[in-house]
T-cell receptor
Framework: SQTIHQWPATLVQPVGSPLSLECTVE??????LYWYRQAAGRGLQLLFY????GQISSEVPQNLSASRPQDRQFILSSKKLLLSDSGFYLC????????WGTGELFFGEGSRLTVL | AQKVTQAQTEISVVEKEDVTLDCVYE???????LFWYKQPPSGELVFLIR??????QNEISGRYSWNFQKSTSSFNFTITASQVVDSAVYFC????????????FGTGTRLKVLA
């Protein structure tokens, strides 16, 4: 089974500072990877998804960016954080086909970002 | 375009009551998957169930049951004899398999089960 690791788990950053959140996946290869954000008390907003190394699709125009330097690594970054970037960031990838069925997303533990 | 609507923002029930969480979806595709996830206070999303568009059979798993009706584009989730541990935010999601890798989530329903 795949495992999704995210770090840091918690982050408090001042406005205007840079950001780097990392997600790594174990137990699978060539996964589609996703970054979601959940603002306080809100639903899940898809930020980025990637179908392979160096391939990033952005869903929401903003001051965030994503990169996929390795097959099982997905990084969310910002050069200058805004107050509105506060939220709970979740990395996800689909389960394997076959023994895992089809399509359901599995999520990491999340990274909680507070911008002050 | 695809869309998932969870009209119930928050529901409160007393322990042992039954509760149904509603999910309505929109898609023009004929092949798709629907999911339910649970998000306990710890934050991590836990996968509960998957249903594909060709399988309208309802499913029961312990106290959980799911009612999928294509005629009304609904995929509702019922918890029987609710317990305090069921308190969480529940998300319904849609994945259309043709030409997209995107999963569309509803805004979630916060369920509070009171002792």
């Amino acid at each position: 089974s795949q495992t999704i690791h995210q770090w840091p788990a918690t982050l408090v950053q001042p406005v205007g500072s840079p950001l780097s959140l990392e997600c790594t996946v174990e137990g699978t290869s060539n996964p589609n990877l996703y970054w979601y954000r959940q603002a306080a008390g809100r639903g899940l907003q898809l930020l980025f998804y990637s179908v392979g190394i160096g391939q990033i699709s952005s869903e929401v125009p903003q001051n965030l960016s994503a990169s996929r330097p390795q097959d099982r690594q997905f990084i969310l970054s910002s050069k200058k954080l805004l107050l509105s970037d506060s939220g709970f960031y979740l990395c996800a990838c689909p389960g394997k086909r076959g023994a895992w069925g089809t399509g359901e997303l599995f999520f990491g533990e999340g990274s909680r970002l507070t911008v002050l | 375009a695809q869309k998932v609507t969870q009209a119930q923002t928050e529901i409160s029930v007393v322990e042992k009551e039954d509760v149904t969480l509603d999910c309505v979806y929109e898609t023009r595709d004929t092949t798709y998957y629907l999911f339910w996830y649970k998000q306990p206070p710890s934050g991590e999303l836990v996968f509960l169930i998957r249903r594909n568009s060709f399988d309208e059979q309802n499913e029961i798993s312990g106290r959980y049951s799911w009612n999928f009706q294509k005629s009304t584009s609904s995929f509702n989730f019922t918890i029987t004899a609710s317990q305090v541990v069921d308190s969480a935010v529940y998300f319904c999601a849609l994945w259309v398999t043709s030409g997209t890798y995107k999963y569309i989530f509803g805004t979630g329903t916060r369920l509070k089960v009171l002792a």
